[in-house]
């Protein structure tokens, strides 16, 4: 069974950084690529990053992330990551860390990591 648990959120500052973490277990997580997706309050969905297999290519959904977000993953701890710096109010979401099926489609989804970026 495919499970992906993520933790690692909280209530952060602006400016601040937090690194989020999903454990993966019951499938070969090296084989996978992984996402991470956020939804913030009273939002949809919003695709936020992805790592290919094999971590050597990475990809972020816009300038509002790049270079504030970088997406890692140790395939030997089953685990992916997102370090999040210069944390912003609008990053404020439940960020989930996803895996797609066989049709490319984001089925397998963690409980998901609240991030809350206050003063």
């Known amino acids: 069974e495919v499970q992906l648990v993520e933790s690692g959120g909280g209530l952060v500052q602006p400016g601040g950084s937090l690194r989020l973490s999903c454990a993966a277990s019951?499938?070969?997580?090296?084989?996978?690529?992984m996402y991470w997706v956020r939804q913030a309050p009273g939002k949809g969905l919003e695709w936020v990053s992805t790592?290919?297999?094999?971590?050597?290519?990475?990809?972020y959904a816009d300038d509002s992330v790049k270079g504030r977000f970088t997406i890692s993953r140790d395939d030997a701890k089953n685990t992916v990551y997102l370090q999040i710096h210069s944390l912003k109010p609008e990053d404020t979401a439940v960020y989930y860390c996803?895996?797609?099926?066989?049709?490319?489609?984001?089925?397998?989804w963690g409980q998901g990591t609240q991030v809350t970026v206050s003063s």
């Open positions: 790592i290919v297999s094999g971590g050597d290519t990475t990809y």
């Open positions: 996803v895996r797609t099926n066989n049709n490319y489609d984001f089925a397998y």
């Open positions: 019951g499938f070969t997580f090296s084989s996978y690529s």
